[in-house]
T-cell receptor, first 114, second 112 residues
Framework: KQEVTQIPAALSVPEGENLVLNCSFT??????LQWFRQDPGKGLTSLLL?????REQTSGRLNASLDKSSGRSTLYIAASQPGDSATYLC?????????????FGAGTRLAVHP | IAGITQAPTSQILAAGRRMTLRCTQD?????MYWYRQDLGLGLRLIHY???????GKGEVPDGYSVSRANTDDFPLTLASAVPSQTSVYFC???????????FGQGTRLTVV
């Protein structure tokens, strides 16, 4: 059974710091891995999608890497800002039981203070 | 660009009542999903549809039903609501397993 774990569960940093969020998964037979952002009381916003054949993706100050063989992904946020405060979720896509499943981690709650 | 629209945004419902949560997407995606999000349990899949005309059960389907009469709409029905169905419900869609999944803004449902 695929399990997705995110470490740390919560993180509080001063503005301007570079930070790394971690995601690990137990089964490497995935199609892709996706990082989402969720603001309180809101839906999920897709940040980055990494296909299983790719090693990393970049969007602005965000960089996500994928090491499928070791079952790990990291989301790197450069020069953090208070507006980055949110919960970050990673999810892997795999085919199981007749459909494409998105399996989510529990998330990392990030607070960036001025 | 609307993406995925869910309605209502929130609802308080008496136990035993029937309720349909609406979900519409304008991206012509094949696959659609319903999740519930609960504190401490994360996001759990209720039902899915790989394409119009087909549906299937996810991890927590009991007490819920869905239909997929066309590509754009994927309503979720609670036949007789119970307090344990109090949750935030998210509808999502994707074109295929290889593409991004997009989520609606959620429906906050309270069953009393």
């Amino acid at each position: 059974k695929q399990e997705v774990t995110q470490i740390p569960a919560a993180l509080s940093v001063p503005e301007g710091e570079n930070l790394v969020l971690n995601c690990s998964f137990t089964d490497s037979a995935i199609y892709n891995l996706q990082w989402f952002r969720q603001d309180p009381g809101k839906g999920l916003t897709s940040l980055l999608l990494i296909q299983s054949s790719q090693r990393e993706q970049t969007s602005g100050r965000l960089n996500a890497s994928l090491d499928k063989s070791s079952g790990r992904s990291t989301l790197y946020i450069a020069a953090s800002q208070p507006g980055d405060s949110a919960t970050y979720l990673c999810a892997v896509t795999l085919f199981s039981g007749g459909y494409n499943k998105l399996i989510f981690g529990a998330g990392t709650r990030l607070a960036v203070h001025p | 660009i609307a993406g995925i629209t869910q309605a209502p945004t929130s609802q308080i419902l008496a136990a035993g009542r029937r309720m349909t949560l609406r979900c519409t997407q304008d991206m012509r995606h094949n696959a659609m999903y319903w999740y519930r999000q609960d504190l401490g349990l994360g996001l759990r899949l209720i039902h899915y549809s790989n394409t119009a005309g087909t549906t299937g059960k996810g991890e927590v389907p009991d007490g819920y039903s869905v239909s997929r009469a066309n590509t754009d709409d994927f309503p979720l029905t609670l036949a007789s609501a119970v307090p344990s169905q109090t949750s935030v419900y998210f509808c999502a869609s994707s074109d295929s397993a290889l593409t991004e999944a997009f989520f609606g803004q959620g429906t906050r449902l309270t069953v009393v």
